[in-house]
């Protein structure tokens, strides 16, 4: 089963986290080239180096050590890359990885411990909306992060899938100027759920991780000159109304 997770869940399993997506790349891309079928494998920005230069691009991935926190998620995600070419040299395999930014929506894992900030933070708000508690959010809410809309990473793979033939990966991204905090992002669940401001406390004394991993989507936007994200606030709005409406079946 795939490891992957939150900045806590990272910091307490990187060895978990290592050693069974290393299991899990070499046994699908392995498949993969035996049934010679097409493979898009899935990297993410946080496994980019922590010591870099913003925003990051393609190039960079194995330019420096990734940030601590979750360095065996980062290195094993690495050696998808690093596969990808070698068995395309060695055996002209049809492979290639996407790394998307930040994805929230829908179907994903609310779960508060294990799930990632958007999902964990929608909730925790409601957990606070129902019992009149406080709103934690974990760490300063400085952060910046870049979230792509689940349904639209899925339009954007299916064209990974069909058109994209370069073995290099590609970043899928909302515009740098999309670029929003975790505190921005608080508040814009609080609304949501229509939490009075006073409920949303900020807890300094938890980590923050990476202040920031802008990544540059100019790849992608030489393909898609014209494709549309759904606004983070939209999408935010529409998470939260799916998470009340499947709240019984929800992962969490």
């Known amino acids: 089963m ?7 869940n990272n910091l307490k399993h990187n060895v978990e986290f290592f050693r069974e997506n290393m299991m899990m790349n070499d046994n699908v891309l392995l498949v993969a080239k035996e049934l010679n079928c097409r493979c898009v494998s899935c990297l993410s920005t946080c496994i980019f180096p922590d010591k ?5 691009n393609e190039t960079m991935l194995h330019a420096g050590k990734p940030h601590s926190s979750n ?3 980062s290195f094993a995600k ?3 890359d690093v596969m990808n070419r070698i068995y395309s040299n060695e055996y002209g395999c049809d492979f290639t990885s996407v790394i998307p930014t930040n994805i929230y929506g829908p179907h994903d894992n609310f779960n508060v411990d294990e799930g990632h900030v958007i999902p964990g933070l929608i909730h925790k708000c409601h957990i606070a909306k129902q019992t009149g508690g406080e709103f934690h ?16 990473l899925g339009r954007l793979m299916i064209w990974v899938m069909r058109e994209y033939r370069e073995v290099e990966p590609i970043i899928l991204s909302v515009d740098e100027a999309a670029e929003v905090s975790i505190k921005d992002i608080a508040e814009m669940i609080a609304e949501a759920f229509e ?3 006073a409920q949303l ?6 980590s923050d991780g990476q202040f920031k991993k802008t990544a540059d989507n100019t790849k992608l936007r030489g393909y898609l000159p014209d494709f549309e994200f759904v606004p983070i606030k939209e999408g935010i709005a529409k998470s939260v109304a799916w998470f ?3 709240y019984e079946t929800a992962r969490k």
């Open 2 to 8: 795939i490891q992957v997770g939150g900045l806590f």
């Open 52 to 56: 870099t230069t913003y925003p990051i």
């Open 244 to 246: 009340l409406e499947n």
């Open 201 to 206: 406390v900020f807890d300094t004394e938890k």
């Open 195 to 197: 939490l009075p401001p």
């Open 71 to 73: 360095e065996g998620y």
């Open 78 to 80: 690495r050696m998808v």
């Open 137 to 152: 959010v974990w760490g300063s809410g400085t952060p910046l992060r870049q979230f792509v809309y689940a349904p639209d």
